[in-house]
């Protein structure tokens, strides 16, 4: 059976969908998988299957699929491993095209769960019924509406495709998208890859008009000459950011592959993989830093950097690490010094990094960013404590509220109302400028983001981004950089240093 | 005038404190000052001083520190810099102890400024008056409830020092420590450093009771000899946690330092830090995490951990971090693994990463931890995903509340009780193990931690500590291991790999 992107996209944009073992007990996968879809509001027609229930979740439930009136696309499966064959059998029967193994207890397990699998596999193939798992914890496809995954986050529509083989941990990366803001075009836990692997998911990827960015946690490589020669391709049009479970001989334990023994061979396909200019990363929240820089600003041309701060101390230490990890501050010239010079007190540092010294001018972080932006000596700006200013304002309104009987509440609820405001304005001007420019900018808030790292504004193909800390903000711009010289065949400057 | 241990105590534990600039006008530094404290609750007489006020923040305000009735410790000093000479003529003629001077437009600010620096320091110094600044953010001292700093972050009482010649930088520093909770024992913005220098709060913290962790941000080391000499026998009690400001060429000029040019000399001072024993860091986060890290847990007596996981990946992803950076996980006696068999699935991987593969007993993970952490071979436990997890059942809770109608809704309700129970009980658990077994035990919550890192125990010596993100949990355990290695005078460990 041939698996072609045309089936992945079958797989993901299904018109009807059944869960088998759905279940309104509490916790269960049946439950999870089926209240998941429904509460994500997938729009289509939803069959939930269970001999025993007469409604689920309002819906009419069916004893066996086989009952459904109507055509069934994707059928997603939750019951013990050993009743799997007989609703394969139904399923054949119905005709459906994909179905979405939630069912663990196979080749995990030992040698009786491997041949299951394989007669599983096999079974599936001569009915060229499209298999996804076993023992994966669910897909998401946001375009199509559809979240069926044992988490019951829902991620909103974008441009980053999450592929891992490990459930818990991809869930968990499209948990931290959510709260960051960071918009997603698919996820799949692809679990044991019994017949659909990895490979299949990239070679849709590559095609699919929504996905510009393709995050991968992956354990078990297969044929990874195939995955090189693939993403050798993909990565002149899309990057990769790749984290590879079980490098070492405990994480290749825990991760049961046993192939602890083969570090030498991993450590060839590692460098081919670079060569191929996958992204290799080694610590799971660097998959999501890197894909909020790659969905959200345009590409810098060069590793000229202008760095606007709030506050000295933050200037000295962004500084640091640009110049670490291989970046340049260039000097500024003095018509720049002048026009910003305007909205500061005398004694400012006349140099880049820019340090606002604590000004209050509403109007000098704008005019700062914009007048090094403009800069053909400068390629990139980071900006910090601009944004993330308002938590300190409001703590000190509280303050006043509490002890000065003479400030009138009003005052300060304007106070309040103008510093949100501001934050918005910022981001806004933000976008409006990289539109302008085609630079980036990347802003470090210096708080912990409760309104997430990547922020919308409406109608605009970039995205206002925060980072919390400079060295986030740093390592996502030297991504975007190695990306983009790769991709015009320029010199790569040194791999990208470790912090 | 000789600068003793006890001159800075007597400035952390005023009996009273003026400020000279007091205002209500909102956002100037006379305001900011003088609101944080009453604010913060200083429990001793507040004599805010302003010619032109009668009252401020429901206080007396006085025309002149002359005025005051009583004896003053502490002033604050924040009025402009040409105004200066003459109050601190008053304040010499009032017998004032201590003074913080917020007022800038000093040495930073080029010749005119460094020698009107230069008298203000002479002068303070023929009258006795310790001097801190100027150009100085405040100060911290949460034993004697004093919070006088810009920013309203009023952190608990604990046993984390942080001494930062930014004040920006410091402050924010102490802003995540009070998100995450983790108690100072003091802050101060040393500023200009005029005339107090960070070794002279080195000095004093080194015999302070309430201090247990140092942590540094400095640009301008001054007599970088004197500073390792001081820190050696620091480190023996103490560890230092430090971030060098202006390390590079970039970096240097940033912070007018001009000491580029002796990056050579920066980097054998370095190298004398490391030997005596100062860890150090590139990142302000970082020196966040680290102190987390040594402020909650026992310290470990080898690199030998076992990890307890919710989810094959995380422990996967674990096992290579610990690895790489020198750890190993030793493999589990047969007792131990029938132990925690008895509440697991009879296909868990009977191996170190302990998978809980997503068992829902609430025994299963304390038994697991229980049982590690007993035992001989292992040294420190990592436990990943068990407090995070009602993140996840808050969002499932959400969706059956909307789409079930058979659910009842108190059955939703005892389920979230239960999960936040349980996390406050397991962390409770975790930090009884640690008092029984002393070794350390780290958590990974997954989450953002909106609970914050560290969480108190009533009446416990040890904190439940949660990181985000396994890296954090690894690179915490290496530097406790590293420092109790050091101080216990065995073999050190390679030095920390950087991630």
């Not at 025993?52 to 459904?68: H, M, N, W």
């Not at 991809?170 to 799949?188: D, K, P």
């Amino acid at each position: 059976m041939e698996i072609t992107p045309d089936r992945i996209r079958q797989l993901l944009f299904p018109k009807s969908v059944a869960v088998i073992g759905a279940t309104n007990y509490f916790g269960k996968w049946g439950q999870l998988i089926i209240s998941n879809i429904v509460a994500g509001g997938f729009a289509g027609p939803i069959y939930p299957i269970n001999p025993r229930a007469e409604t689920l979740f309002g819906l009419k439930c069916y004893k066996s699929i086989l009952d459904v009136p109507e055509d069934l696309d994707l059928v997603f499966i939750a019951i013990p491993a050993e009743k799997v064959m007989d609703v394969l059998l139904e399923c054949s029967h119905k005709g459906v095209k994909s179905i979405v193994m939630i069912t663990s207890g196979f080749g995990e397990t030992g040698e009786e769960g491997k041949s299951l699998q394989k007669r599983v596999v096999e079974y599936c193939s001569s009915k060229n019924m499209l298999l996804v798992g076993p023992n994966t914890m669910g897909i998401i496809s946001p375009y199509r509406g559809l979240f069926a995954t044992g988490p019951h986050t829902r991620p909103k529509k974008g441009s980053v495709a999450f592929v891992s083989q490990s459930g818990n941990l991809g869930n968990q990366l499209v948990f931290w998208a959510t709260q960051q803001g960071i918009g997603i075009s698919m996820f799949v836990g692809s679990g044991n890859e019994a017949m659909v692997t990895y490979r299949n998911f990239l070679e849709y990827l590559e095609q699919d008009p929504h996905t510009e960015i393709i995050v991968l946690y992956l354990e078990e490589l297969g044929k990874g000459r195939e995955f090189v020669k693939l993403a050798n391709g993909i990565t002149k049009n899309k990057p990769i950011l790749f984290l590879k479970g079980g490098r070492t001989a405990s994480g290749a334990k825990a991760a049961l592959t046993h192939t602890g023994a083969l570090a030498g061979e991993n450590k060839v396909l590692g460098k081919a993989m670079k060569q191929a200019g996958v992204i290799m990363v080694n610590i799971p929240s660097e998959l999501l830093e890197l894909s909020a820089a790659f969905s959200s600003v345009p590409f810098p041309k060069g590793n000229r950097v202008g760095v606007v701060t709030l506050g000295g101390g933050w200037g000295v230490v962004t500084s640091d690490l640009l110049e670490e990890m291989g970046f340049v501050l260039p000097e500024l010239p003095k018509d720049v010094i002048d026009k910003i010079g305007k909205y500061l007190p005398p004694f400012w540092s006349k140099t880049n990094p820019v340090d606002l010294v604590g000004t209050r001018d509403p109007d000098a972080p704008v005019v700062a960013v914009e007048e090094l932006i403009k800069l053909k000596e400068i390629d990139a700006i980071i900006v910090l404590g601009i944004v993330g200013r308002k938590e300190v304002v409001d703590l000190l309104l509280k303050s006043v509220s509490e002890v000065d009987p003479d400030t009138p509440p009003e005052f300060l609820k304007k106070v309040e109302d103008f510093s949100a405001q501001y934050e918005e304005y910022f981001g806004k001007k933000m976008v409006e400028f990289m539109e302008v420019y085609q630079k980036p900018i990347i802003g470090v808030s210096l708080t912990t983001s409760v309104s997430g790292m990547v922020r919308e504004v409406g109608g605009c193909k970039y995205k206002a981004l925060f980072y919390q800390s400079p060295e986030q903000a740093v390592r996502g711009l030297k991504a975007i950089l190695e990306y983009e010289m790769r991709r015009n065949q320029s010199m790569p400057l040194s791999p990208m240093s470790d912090l």
